[in-house]
């Protein structure tokens, strides 16, 4: 079986893909490992992405879409299949993909769609709170400390990492609306998009990706 799993920041992709890639004997791939690879191995691929990064600009699609097939034709142990997170990020990624792909046993057969509404996604990021004397963390809509910014384990400050205010935020919501939503929809057309309302807690979310898997 092979996975695309999609989300917005904050979806819980992260923690869901580890669960699905052990339950199923999946390898889990994401794009960001893919380029490590390709530069790392110093593959003609790499060294073109490379140039690309290191102008501080985007790897065009046609590379992007090399890479990914042939990481994938290339596993050796090709467990039950993948799942592929972070990808197909934009329309013609999914069309090149499935060009590439069509017929193969790199098809990709589910797409799983973790849904949660936006102003949920803002609430989680931007709530986001830790310690960074003993690691804590806290949402302060969730989750919050005590005393208000306060870590209540040793009471240190709590910190905000950088990108997780509502501008930076937008930024990536708006790119996903923008660029993600229209594979989900590419997909939904032929008929293999899993929805799972990942708005609620972990134990029913799993129940749901198990169930949606299993059928
Ligand atoms: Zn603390």
């Known amino acids: 079986m092979n996975i695309f799993i999609m989300g917005a920041p904050g979806s819980g992709k992260g923690t869901f893909s580890s669960r699905i890639k052990d339950e199923f004997n999946l390898n889990h ?15 003609p691929l790499g060294q073109q992405a490379k140039a690309y990064t290191e102008k501080g ?13 042939d990481y994938l034709a290339n596993l050796t142990d ?18 090149a993909f499935e060009q590439m792909t069509k017929g193969t046993d790199l098809a990709v057969d589910v797409v799983v769609a973790m849904d949660v ?20 963390i806290y949402n302060i809509y969730t989750t919050p400390p005590q005393t208000e910014e306060i870590c209540d384990v040793c009471g240190e400050p709590l910190s905000q990492r950088k990108d997780d205010n509502e501008e930076s935020l937008k930024v990536r919501l ?13 997909y939904e057309e032929k008929g293999i998009v899993k929805h799972i309302n990942a708005d609620r807690g972990i134990d029913e979310i799993w129940s749901s990706i198990q169930e949606a898997l299993k059928n």
């Open 78 to 95: 090709k467990k039950n299949g993948y799942l592929l997170d972070g990808y197909p990020r934009t329309l013609d990624q999914a069309k």
């Open 57 to 69: 600009l985007l790897v065009p699609d046609e590379i992007t879409n090399k890479m990914v097939a």
């Open 117 to 136: 509404p936006f102003d949920v996604l803002t609430k989680r990021i931007t709530g986001r709170r830790t310690c960074k004397k003993c690691g804590a």
């Open 29 to 43: 791939i994401s794009t960001g490992d893919i380029f490590r690879a390709n530069i790392a191995n110093d593959t």
């Open 174 to 186: 708006d790119e996903y609306a923008k660029n993600t939503e229209p594979v989900i929809a590419y």
